[in-house]
């Protein structure tokens, strides 16, 4: 069982950042070197959408295109820990954001997504 706890939404105004953590508990990403650990977004009456991705084992990324150039995923590996960082944020990055981990390799689709976190709040302001 693979539990997941984010951290570190808040509110921020357009042009600033944020800096989210996942954290795994008990049996760690390193036990499953196919895992993908994903970032996903849900804001209000839309459908949860893709944000970015990275393979554990090796490091690949992935991005969405509406965050490319701005958020950066990178891992942890002591830590056991994977970081979202959001720069150039926008009034449309607001949103429910969802740590979640998968066991197939570099897949962006949210239904390969099998383990979840409770999600962090991102607000940005104009």
């Known amino acids: 069982q693979v539990q997941l706890v984010e951290s570190g939404g808040g509110l921020v105004q357009a042009g600033g950042s944020l800096r989210l953590s996942c954290a795994a508990s008990a049996r760690t990403f390193s036990s499953y070197t196919s895992y993908t650990i994903g970032w996903f977004r849900q804001a209000p009456g839309k459908e949860r959408e893709f944000v970015a991705a990275?393979?554990?084992?090796?490091?690949?990324?992935y991005y969405a295109d509406s965050v490319k150039g701005r958020f950066t995923i990178s891992r942890e590996l002591v830590k056991n820990t994977v970081t979202l960082q959001m720069n150039s944020l926008k009034p449309e990055d607001t949103a429910v954001y969802y740590c979640a981990a998968s066991i197939f390799r570099g897949t962006v689709n949210v239904d390969d997504y099998r383990y979840w976190g409770q999600g962090t709040q991102v607000t940005v302001s104009l």
């Open positions: 990275v393979r554990w084992s090796v490091g690949d990324t």
